[in-house]
């Protein structure tokens, strides 16, 4: 990568970008440059530069890695949203929704703060990766930008320099590292050294200048002496002399290695035109040079996640100097440097953004890992934390038996591997074999492992303690995820098992209690979205039935006290009268004719103050209710109510031919009315459940005689559940 371009100017740019795009995109740049031009007139940067130098360089960078139009177009309009100097319609106006688009995912990355607030920085991490999945382009605009803005940050105070080096590399660098855009990479770790840990980059820089003559020497030995050889094979190929990144000799330093003990700062690369001829040149190197065991690596064969390949060795070279060797095609070549953005360079059908961004969902297992995550309604810590701890870090790359290859961070074990290959091969696992021999569940797999998962259709699922076992985010969420689904239905059934009896225990019918009203507000304090949901959550003991009860039920308990007291207390007190129902001693007082045994005016009634839950009247004949209890109070039928009661009657009958027809033909001479029949399940003979609508017990009682009457009719009784 072409370093500072202190004198870059739009005609280099041009000159560079004429060697890949089309008249058309040509054209559509020069009328992005002149118009950034426009909007930055008059400004100038930090470092006495115009402003116009900065989104030059961005499109130069991006132009490098052979960047499509649009995106160069985006870099030299990438500020122009900032501060409203234009607005989002003209852009979209003048250069089409593609490159605004660009331009504001750019915008917005840039608005994020990564100081302040621990809460606004992860969130804003989550926005950078999300973003991934948007448009990958928007990202490496955003490092093109980064990587300008790190070349010339020596302008800021030291203070910032350090702020901005340390997000670069927490953040960007890692990301270009996923995106296997090497260039970026390696450049920005070496600024984000020079600004972060001053002493150290230039003592390193120092030291491989004093030593640079002589190293220069032995790398110009070792390159005659290799081309020798593979010419004398008949390979075309072409070499270079490398050097090793500051940063990344600054690692080994880090790690306790002396700088006269980094052996492999000789470097040389070889670019062949196939694949066959990467591993015939090196046999050939082999032949002549002895390689050091251990240390070689054929990422050809096993590419790196990242989309990597090349060869990897290390020889005693000329002079008993130690070299280290990469052998690769030149196709590897632009894969190995620019990633991802190698994709602009194949001629491939469709649209850019399309191609790259398939590269990346297909090739970049990372990427696949931040779409679980999203799906997954994780919170900005978490979501950020496991991006960080298992998408960006160091990863173990091990093999399914096909020899597909699976990325796992670090402390994996089987029951990750299972998991990541997909839920139902986790859920049906029952033992695992790894390089041919059988390992406990917990085993760490190591790089290179060969892993076989043994599965049982039969098998009864996960155990819970593979959640202690399993490492990964991914294998606990879907462990948990079937733990759920398993034990929804269980819980319930437990839930509304608890509540009923809780219910019961406090003389509350059930349907009473979860009238409309009271669920509504049960849901909107609970903030669950169903009933079912409240239920499951009282049967998996994450809220306790008391709970419940009393959110509904406390409001009216003082009341209820008073009224309880009042009369136990013997003392006559005056009559309250409620539309219906006469309660004794009671003002404003909710009264609810209960459901268990619906009773009707006529009825012999009691009133059962309920704990909270207003007075429940009963039929006296209910058996939910206990004579013997202190909270039954006289209660009975204002004879002036003109209201129809609902009740339920439940008619036995020996065969259905014509039965219904008839029942409902006794009622057209009454004032009752019919709600619903429903045919109930009988053995020998057939069961009707009618409710009706009647006005009193009389009534009701002529209307039970009348269908009892009928032929086929077996029996007609009053229900009381
Ligand atoms: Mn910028």
Known sequence: MTKVNENLTYDRLMEKLKTYLNETDLKQIEEAYQFASLCHEGETRLTGDDYMEHPLNVAYILAEINADGATICAGLLHDVLEDNRVTKEELEEKFG?????????????????????????????????????????????????????????WVIPEKSQKEKAKETLDILVPIASRLGMNSFKSELEDLCLRYMKPDIYFGIVEQLNQTKAERDKSVRDMIQAVSKLLDDAGIKFKIKGRAKSIYSIYKKLDKGKKFSDIYDLLALRVYVDTEHDCYQALGIIHGTFKPMPKRFKDYIAMPKTNMYQSLHTTVF????????????????????????????????????????????????????????????????????????????????????????????????????????????????MVGAIVNGSIVPLDYVLQNNDVVKINTNKNSVGPSKEWMNIAHTSQAKNKIKAYFNRIDKDENLKNGEELLTKELRKRKIAFNDFLNSENVEKLLAEFKYNTLDELMINIGNNKLSVSQVINQILNENTSKEDF????????????????????????????????????????????????????????????PNISSLEERIIPVHWNEHTQKKYPTTLLIHAMDGKNVLLEIIAKTANTDILIQSINTLNSSDHFLYELNVLVEDKDKLQKFMNDIDQLPHILDVERIVK
């Not at 750019?106 to 804003?124: D, M, P």
């Not at 997954?376 to 998408?391: I, L």
């Not at 003002?587 to 012999?604: E, F, Q």
């Open 97 to 153: 929704h593609e490159i605004t688009s660009l331009v504001d995912g750019v915008t917005v990355i840039n608005k994020l703060s990564f100081s302040g607030e621990k809460e606004a920085i992860l969130a804003n991490h989550r926005k950078i990766l999300v973003g991934l999945s948007e448009d990958v382009r928007v990202i490496i605009i955003k490092l093109a930008d980064r990587l300008h803005n790190m070349r010339t940050l």
């Open 563 to 622: 009224v309880l007291k009042k009369a136990t207390s013997g003392r006559s007190v005056s009559t309250a009268v409620r539309d219906d129902v006469i309660v004794e001693g009671i003002d404003k007082l909710r009264v609810n004719v209960a459901s268990c045994c619906k009773p009707v005016p006529g009825d012999n009634i009691v009133g059962y103050i309920t704990k909270g839950n207003g007075i429940s009247v009963h039929r006296s004949i209910c």
């Open 317 to 428: 070279g000329v002079d008993e100097h130690i070299f280290e060797i990469q052998i690769r095609t030149y196709e590897m070549d632009q894969i190995a440097e620019h990633g991802i953005a190698s994709h602009w360079s194949y001629k491939e059908k469709g649209s850019v953004k399309a191609n790259l961004q398939n590269a990346m969902e297909q090739k970049l297992q990372f990427f696949r890992s931040i779409m679980e995550l999203k799906e997954q309604n994780a919170s900005d810590e978490e979501f950020v934390k496991t991006v960080q701890n298992e998408v960006l870090k160091e990863n173990v790359y091990v093999f399914t038996p096909n020899g597909d290859v699976i990325e796992l961070p670090t402390g994996s074990t089987p029951i990750d591997f299972a998991y990541r290959v997909h839920s139902n091969i986790g859920d049906k």
